[in-house]
């Protein structure tokens, strides 16, 4: 497995254009703002620019503005739990991605609908990480597709040959 062919996703809250024409074109957006407002001008002003580069653009917790506006799709987050979503005449394309940290949220995910599980947090960032151990005991869990988040960095980037992975999300490791 080489980190190259790995599916990229990145994390951010505000458009920052610099930032987002600076990516490799196999980098997702997933646009994550759990407070305050989100302006649906800023969405598309981002689905455009996503359009033009030939990347997915997701929203964190909003199906019907996900729906509404087109995109990609949606982004559950761990503590979302709901089932409502699956009341949704989806689109064809449409894809339900998803965070979770523990066997539990996996099964919550599973019966959410998601199809890609982000696992997280990988490496040490946080008082409760997984590590490469308990990261692959985890995702043998579930046959989803898993995308590694938390922690990782260009210092640790090599252990990532270390999990069954489909990609692989972050913050700070595009900025």
């Not at 199906?63 to 709901?82: E, M, T």
Request: hydrophobic share 40%; glycine share 6%.
């Amino acid at each position: 497995m080489h980190i190259i062919k790995l599916k990229k996703f990145y994390f951010i809250n505000k458009l920052n254009l610099k930032n987002l024409n600076k990516l490799s074109r196999n980098v997702s957006i997933i646009y994550r703002k759990y407070s305050g407002n989100i302006d649906e001008k800023e969405i598309i002003k981002i689905k455009k620019i996503c359009k033009k580069q030939k990347r997915e653009f997701f929203i964190s917790n909003q199906i019907k503005l996900a729906l509404k506006l087109s995109l990609d799709g949606v982004y559950l987050p761990s503590f979302n739990k709901s089932l409502k979503h699956n009341i949704y005449g989806l689109k064809k394309n449409f894809q339900i991605i998803g965070s979770a940290h523990n066997i539990r949220e996996i099964k919550e995910k599973e019966l959410q609908g998601v199809k890609v599980i982000f696992l997280a947090p990988l490496f040490k960032k946080q008082k409760k990480w997984l590590g490469v151990s308990k990261f692959n005991l985890l995702s043998n869990q579930t046959n989803q597709k898993i995308v590694a988040l938390g922690g990782i960095s260009k210092q640790n980037l090599k252990k990532l040959h270390l999990l069954k992975i489909f990609g692989f999300a972050g913050i700070s490791f595009f900025e």
